[in-house]
């Protein structure tokens, strides 16, 4: 079965064509984080007409790519909650339209679940191919447990099955990709902070600066906008300006080695926030599995921190299928498909904010 995932929730308009829910036979993204660099941050207007000049040709790679036509593709898989309302609704409507003009099933999924599929998933080659009946034998076992973590989520997230979750906890304030992005912009690295700050830190000391983890009541909750301004105070003393100095110049005021050695000492507390409750979920619900899923899932420091605490193989997907992907989303498409839970093309409506608890589809 080969299914089209369409991806446009945020700032990557993305199309793919992957093959019983693993096998990626092409992968489409055009990443808008040139335009959205020079402002620091996503802007929803431009996000949004970004999308709607590229929509057209993204998806007409991803069948070229491929070497298919619209005959041999068996359903639409859609990203349609949750994310920017502009961007979400240009992938939706075109998902939409496909499934009325071309008669395919439409699969409407959500973004945040589709990141996790990010593990199920491998490069076609032939011999993979021709095996490929089932889902490739390493792919995660259930109960699997899923850090998802990106930059507008962070949640442990338990799956018994495919379609049975149950949310375990998440953010209260800030996702941890977010928190990169601030501390990018209060150390003076470039957006999106996530990679930036990854590679300063190779070069900084994670020990210089004394940085706090959060408690929470939630025992597997998060909170990363306290971590973001215990950096902010800690960065005022060492320059020695108080709160009313313009936080976008204090990066101006560091040295090069402090910004390194900020970079790593706010990575190392982050990564530890992180590993300390999935290590903690993991003893209570003993998993066969566990994953990491999202645009943060990408860091090194984390992949090797993880794999030297936790008693278990961590799957880590691929890093180009960390970050936003159409490749997930036909993924986790493959799945409602076996299920038959469809959606009406003439009614799907976006969901920009709806967040995954417990369900079962
Ligand atoms: O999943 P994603 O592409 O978009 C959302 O759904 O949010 O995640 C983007 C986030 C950004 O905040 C970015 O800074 C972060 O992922 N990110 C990283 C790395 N690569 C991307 N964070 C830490 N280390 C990385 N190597
Ligand atoms: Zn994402």
């Not at 957006?191 to 700050?197: A, L």
């Not at 983890?213 to 108080?242: H, N």
């Not at 899923?293 to 299928?321: F, M, S, T, Y």
Request: aromatic share 8%.
């Amino acid at each position: 079965m080969k299914i089209l995932g369409i991806e446009s929730s945020c700032d990557e308009t993305a199309a793919a064509i992957v093959e019983n829910g693993g096998c990626i036979l092409s992968d489409v993204v055009n990443t808008q984080i040139d335009i959205h660099k020079l402002y620091g941050g996503v802007v929803p207007e431009i996000a949004a007409r970004s999308h709607i000049e590229v929509i057209n040709p993204v998806i007409d790679k991803a069948l070229s790519d491929a070497k298919l036509d619209w005959q041999d593709i068996d359903g639409v898989a859609v990203t349609y909650a949750p994310g920017l309302i502009g961007s979400l609704l240009i992938g939706t409507l075109a998902a939409r339209t496909i499934a009325v003009l071309k008669n395919k099933p439409l699969y409407a999924v959500h973004h945040v679940e589709a990141h996790v599929y990010a593990n199920f998933l491998s490069e076609a080659t032939p011999d993979l191919r021709a095996k490929y009946i089932a889902l490739f034998p390493n792919a995660p076992k259930f109960p699997m447990l899923s850090l998802i973590i990106s930059g507008g989520h962070t949640q442990l997230v338990l799956f018994r099955n495919h379609g049975d979750y149950e949310l375990l906890g998440e953010t209260q304030d800030d996702a941890i990709g977010e928190a990169f992005d601030k501390v990018a912009k209060i150390i003076g690295f470039p957006y999106p902070g996530g990679p930036s700050i990854a590679a300063a830190a190779q070069k900084g000391d994670p020990n210089r600066y004394n940085l706090p983890k959060a408690r929470l009541s939630g025992k597997y909750d998060f909170s990363f906008s306290g971590l973001k301004t215990a950096v902010l105070r800690s960065v005022q003393k060492t320059v020695r300006v108080d709160i009313n100095f313009p936080s976008t110049k204090l990066a101006t005021k560091l040295t090069q080695q402090q910004r390194y050695d900020y970079a790593a000492s706010f990575q190392k507390t982050a990564v530890a926030t992180l590993i300390d409750k999935t290590s903690l979920a993991f003893s209570e619900y003993r998993p066969k599995s566990l994953v990491i899923a999202g645009g943060v899932a990408a860091n090194q420091a984390l992949r090797d921190e993880l794999k030297r605490r936790l008693p278990i193989e961590v799957h880590c997907p691929p890093v180009n299928l960390c970050t936003d992907n159409a490749a997930m989303v036909a993924s986790l498409g493959y799945f409602y498909a076996l299920k038959n839970h469809t959606q009406d093309p003439f009614t799907l409506d976006v969901r920009p904010s709806l967040s995954m608890t417990k369900t079962r589809w």
